[in-house]
């Protein structure tokens, strides 16, 4: 059993998969933040790809006056992208079922409180699409493969972080930075609040 469990670390050696747990902490770098994470979410690839079920949020709030982020779809399942409070459930897939998140899923609806607040677009997302996500602390917009959503979201409120949810194979990376599609206008990546000083 032992030369076995070795055999496996060995093949991920080198790899930046770690078999011990880990948590990134937000001094380092913005990424996926292993300390606010469902039970059974796993990070892999450098705390920027999520798997598993669940949800996660970033290490960094959404502090600035215009922030953007991306998230790619590597595999299909049910998922969801948007933003969410420290104290939102994060065991629950695809989010926006309580008052503290607010996504876009993959079925093309808009959730929040466990209610959509925009029903299913009529191009329903697919694997291989990126979602991009501008919040100004007044509206939080969708974006699909760098076209705008008409599913903006007014009221959100509290500290928000960004958040991925996955589940049912779902496999989804975040990109703060060096994005595929160029954010709306005044929009950047990012910021750590000591950045912004």
């Known amino acids: 059993m032992l030369a076995s469990v070795c055999c ?3 093949c991920f050696e080198g790899t930046g998969f ?3 747990p880990g948590v990134a902490r ?13 039970h059974d979410v796993v990070l892999i690839k450098n705390f920027i790809r999520a798997c598993g079920s669940g949800g996660v949020l970033c290490t960094a709030p959404l502090v600035q006056n215009k ?10 399942g049910v998922w969801g992208v948007g933003v969410a ?4 459930d994060l065991n629950r897939a695809p989010g926006g079922k309580d008052a503290e998140s607010w996504v876009f899923s993959s079925d093309g609806s808009v959730r929040h409180n466990n209610t959509t607040v925009h029903p299913c677009l009529a191009e329903i997302p697919v694997e ?3 979602v991009g996500v501008a919040y100004d602390h007044l509206e939080l917009k969708f974006f699909l493969n760098g076209k705008p959503l008409e599913n903006q979201v007014s009221g959100v409120k509290g500290t928000v972080y960004p958040a991925l949810y996955v589940d049912e194979g779902a496999v989804l990376d975040f990109i703060c930075d060096n994005f595929i599609h160029t954010p709306p206008s005044g929009f950047e990546s990012i910021m750590i609040e000591k950045s912004l000083l």
């Open 67 to 76: 922030s953007y982020f991306e998230v790619k779809v590597l595999q299909g």
């Open 8 to 10: 496996f670390r060995a």
């Open 26 to 38: 937000a001094s380092d770098r913005i990424c996926l933040d292993g300390r606010n994470i469902g």
């Open 128 to 130: 291989g699409d990126v």
């Open 85 to 88: 409070t420290r104290t939102s």
């Open 18 to 20: 770690n078999l011990k």
